[in-house]
């Protein structure tokens, strides 16, 4: 309960600040969005998280996103206004070396927020991405390319 009130506080601090209004409406739409996006997101965190990323890994993981994030928008920018779109969509099973399921959503989360790759699923050691423009032929490669940087940070 504690976790949930926690959340809910934050995202509503969170949704004032964002709005700079104190109209009664967008209070009361604020706390109602609040209280709907902890429930949620405490319904599809892990339950068992295991041990919580470092300074170090922090401090490693955002440049690294936020690099990722740029060269993969030019990317899809290339793919999108080339005059003959060439690309190789799937979904593809890769491998990871992450013990802890909080460190396997937070690698989930980067490759979501990466343009050009949807992770639909965590199965053991596994992520299952869908990827727009597959590059490479087997499993480690795909690792390699999707998801290498994003391990380095968070090991």
Known sequence: ???FFGRTV???VFWIFLTASLNIQELILGFALSLITSWVSL???PQNPGERLTLKNWLLYI?????EIVKANISIAKLVLSPKININ???VKVPTNLTSAR???FLAEAITLTPGTVTL????????????DIEGSNPD???KIIKEKFEKALK
């Open 103 to 105: 460190k396997k959503w």
């Open 43 to 45: 319904k599809i965190s």
């Open 141 to 143: 490669e795909y690792g």
């Open 121 to 132: 699923d965590i199965m053991d050691d596994y992520l299952l991405v869908h990827w727009i």
């Open 63 to 67: 440049p690294t996103l936020f690099i």
């Open 89 to 91: 969509p799937g979904i």
């Open 1 to 3: 309960m504690g976790r």
């Open 10 to 12: 934050v995202m509503y």
